[in-house]
């Protein structure tokens, strides 16, 4: 399975654990097995599904911080001296 399928997955399952507030023993350590390449066996206990869980909401914010393009240097410098003249953005 292709890496953009298993985020997908992970998205649509911290969006329904984040909507219902219900979290699914086997479709948690099922989908963490296949992200961490692992063999654990599922646990029923409250706060290792919500462990579980967070550890799926990292790898998935890891994922979509190394799709972002960080600015070059110089315009992040440029834009931060605008706004300390201007004062725009300062609240």
């Not at 462990?51 to 990292?58: G, I, V």
Request: with cysteine; hydrophobic share 30%.
């Amino acid at each position: 399975m292709s890496e953009m399928n298993l985020k997908s997955e992970v998205e649509q399952l911290l969006a329904e654990i984040d909507r219902t507030h219900r979290y699914s023993m086997s479709k948690i350590y099922n989908l963490a097995n296949r992200v961490f390449n692992k063999k654990e066996i599922p646990q029923s206990c409250a706060s290792c599904l919500i462990r579980k869980a967070r550890e799926l909401r990292s790898w998935l914010n890891m994922q979509e911080s190394e799709t972002k393009v960080p600015k070059p240097a110089a315009e992040t410098q440029a834009t931060k001296r605008k706004s300390k003249k201007t004062g725009e953005g300062k609240v």
